[in-house]
């Protein structure tokens, strides 16, 4: 059986429960925006703009940890595409 890069993809979709916050992350030179939703897509919270530095992805730390525990998720999922060559920070 020949094994397609789509089964992968479904695979690692289908582990995706309603535990999971799932945060999706536009990066960008200066400052980044993040958007939470859950396993659904259903936008959680407000999103958040951070600057790109440790003290920008601290703040993305704590502001997730915040939804987790308002809205009772046990867990994250970050996504981010390196856009250029703003992903060298």
């Given at each position: ?55 920008g ?33």
């Open positions: 059986m020949k094994y397609k890069m789509q089964d992968k993809q479904n695979q690692l979709i289908e582990r995706i429960s309603d535990q999971h916050l799932v945060v999706g992350v536009d990066i960008a030179q200066q400052f980044h925006v993040a958007r939470a939703v859950n396993y659904r897509g259903i936008v959680i919270g407000d999103p958040l703009t951070f600057e790109n530095d440790e003290v992805f601290a703040r993305l730390q704590e502001w997730m940890n915040e939804l987790k525990d308002s809205k009772g998720y046990s867990t994250e999922i970050v996504g981010m595409e390196p856009t250029g060559h703003y992903w060298l920070n």
